[in-house]
């Protein structure tokens, strides 16, 4: 399915695998992101694994990102990471990444795709409910705003 047409599509882009030193690039520059991960948490969680690391570009600006990888379970794969830069927001920029993500998924054998945010990020959960994801379950935190909201979604 091709997202709806935007009269804010103004960046031309293109999608194709990437690194996890791209990935860190992006990462620390979401304001989102109070610290991004150092690389070595990346290389922790996707060693020994599949995964999959996508990053969007405009021309040869690194400009968005969706990293994730297999849970223990064969079936389920988890999006773990993702982020597009302030400016390139409302560009459907994450819609594509997360399209891309889920055909990789599925073509790898995966039946379902899982990630998980936190209560303060609303954008993300709007976007994972729009996009056909349920939650599935509500991790509780000292502070509501980091609650963590676990969606899933069947391929």
Do not use: C
């Not at 056909?132 to 935190?141: L, R, Y």
């Amino acid at each position: 399915m091709d997202p709806p047409l935007s009269t804010n599509m103004t960046t031309p882009f293109t999608i194709r695998e990437g690194t996890i030193s791209e990935v860190i690039k992006i990462a620390q520059q979401i304001p989102e992101f109070h610290s991004s991960y150092p690389i070595e948490e990346y290389q922790r969680r996707l060693k020994d694994v599949r995964h999959l690391i996508l990053v969007a570009w405009d021309n040869q600006i690194p400009i968005g990102f969706k990293v994730g990888y297999q849970l223990l379970t064969n079936q389920v794969f988890y999006s773990w990471m993702g982020g597009v830069l302030p400016s390139y927001r409302q560009q459907q920029i994450a819609w594509h990444l997360a399209r891309r993500q889920e055909k990789w998924a599925k073509e790898q054998g995966f039946t379902h795709i899982r990630f998980k945010t936190r209560n303060y990020l609303k954008p993300m959960l709007i976007f994972g409910l729009k996009n056909g994801f349920n939650i599935v379950e509500v991790i509780p935190k000292d502070d509501i705003n980091d609650y963590r909201i676990v969606l899933e979604k069947l391929l």
